[in-house]
């Protein structure tokens, strides 16, 4: 079982930067891969970015691409989302989520945080 706990989010003008933490209960977090999503009223759930469990690996929506950076403090047992350059389409509750798995053509993690909110003023 992992606690996920997000932090960082708030209020920014846009070209301005936020990073996000999310912190891990447990002593597994290194075993796990690590994404983070966002939710923006009447939106689908985005994918923005993910981290393998070394953090060797990482991926990026193409919207965040060049912005955004994912990273990974096994030690600290938290996961980073530095952002840059925010625009005023970045606005939305940002979530992280562990212990990415893969069934059939479906992406999905078993854990998720309650989220923070990041929002932009332009």
Known sequence: QVQLAESGGGLVQAGGSLRLSCAASGRTFSSYA???FRLAPGKEREFVARISRSGSVTVYAESVKG?????????KNTAYLQMNSLKPEDPAVYYCAADRVIRGNTEEYNYWGQGTQVTVSS
Request: proline share 0%.
């Open 67 to 75: 912005r955004f950076t994912v990273s990974r403090d096994n030690a």
């Open 34 to 36: 690590m994404g983070w």
